[in-house]
Nanobody, 124 residues
Framework: QVHLVESGGGSVQAGGSLRLSCAAS????????MGWFRQHPGKEREGVAV????????AYPDSVKGRFTISQDNAKNTLYLQMNGLKPEDTGTYYC?????????????????WGQGTEVIVSS
């Protein structure tokens, strides 16, 4: 399995931006799909972005589409999540995840490797 290390979380005002990074070992030779997920205490984890490694195809939920962008830098084995126009409802713990299965979708249950999480706080 791959090892994921996240960074870039922080506190911003509504309308601000953050760029999350996820450094992955075994990125290009183990994972077929990577994604970003977020979670609030007492709430179920939700996918905010996924990318199919080989094709670059991406998917986003309606809640973040147009504001968030997932990207990959294969040379650096790093996954990014650019978050613009942040809203208070974007507050949560953000996790990087990966799997080597056949499909790539916004479903946390499909991912078997997870980062430690990084906190994002958006002030209202």
């Amino acid at each position: 399995q791959v090892h994921l290390v996240e960074s870039g979380g922080g506190s911003v005002q509504a309308g601000g931006s953050l760029r999350l990074s996820c450094a992955a070992s075994g990125y290009t030779y183990r994972s077929t799909c990577m994604g970003w997920f977020r979670q609030h205490p007492g709430k179920e984890r939700e996918g905010v972005a996924v990318i199919y490694i080989s094709t670059g195809d991406t998917a986003y939920p309606d809640s973040v589409k147009g504001r968030f962008t997932i990207s990959q830098d294969n040379a650096k084995n790093t996954l990014y999540l650019q978050m613009n126009g942040l809203k208070p409802e974007d507050t949560g713990t953000y996790y990087c995840a990966a799997h080597s299965g056949s499909w790539c979708a916004l479903r946390p249950s499909e991912f078997n490797v997870w980062g430690q999480g990084t906190e994002v706080i958006v002030s209202s």
